[in-house]
C-alpha cells in the first residue's frame, strides 16, 4: 500500500516561484499509470492541475496553469515534482498529490482516476 507525502509549499509573493515535491513510500511511483497534482481553493471544489503519465512521459495541464507550471518525474529517487511559476493569488491553495494504480491512466484529469492520495500542502500567494 502506497503512501503519498507533498512538501514545499509555503508562502510567496506574486510572480514568485514553487517548487513541490511527492514522495512514495510502500510502493515505486514507477509502477504507477499516471501520478496527477490537484488543488483545492478556499471555498471551491478540488480540482486538476497536471499529471503525467509514466509510461512515455505524456503530460497535461489545466487551461489556468499552461506555460506557468512543469511536472516532472525522477524514478530513482520515487518522486514526482511541480515546478510553479509566475505564481498568481488565484493559485493559493492546497495542493494533493495522487497515483492511479489501476485505471491505466485513462482518468489521468479525474479524481476519479487516482488511488492514493497525499494529505496535501499549503500554498499561499500574496499580492
Known amino acids: 500500500q502506497v503512501q503519498l507525502v507533498e512538501s514545499g509549499g509555503g508562502l510567496v509573493q506574486a510572480g514568485g516561484s514553487l517548487r513541490l515535491s511527492c514522495a512514495a513510500s510502500g510502493r515505486t511511483v514507477s509502477s504507477s499509470y499516471a501520478m496527477g497534482w490537484f488543488r483545492r481553493a478556499p471555498g471551491k471544489e478540488r480540482e486538476f492541475v497536471s499529471a503525467?503519465?509514466?509510461?512515455?512521459?505524456?503530460?497535461g495541464y489545466a487551461d489556468s496553469v499552461k506555460g506557468r507550471f512543469t511536472i516532472s518525474r525522477d524514478n530513482a529517487k520515487n518522486t514526482v515534482y511541480l515546478q510553479m511559476n509566475s505564481l498568481k493569488s488565484e493559485d493559493t491553495a492546497v495542493y494533493y498529490c495522487?497515483?492511479?494504480?489501476?485505471?491505466?491512466?485513462?482518468?489521468?484529469?479525474?479524481?476519479?482516476?487516482?488511488?492514493?492520495w497525499g494529505q496535501g500542502t499549503q500554498v499561499t500567494v500574496s499580492s
Open positions: 503525467i503519465k509514466w509510461s512515455g512521459g505524456n503530460t
Open positions: 495522487a497515483a492511479d494504480y489501476r485505471r491505466y491512466g485513462t482518468l489521468w484529469s479525474s479524481q476519479s482516476g487516482y488511488d492514493a
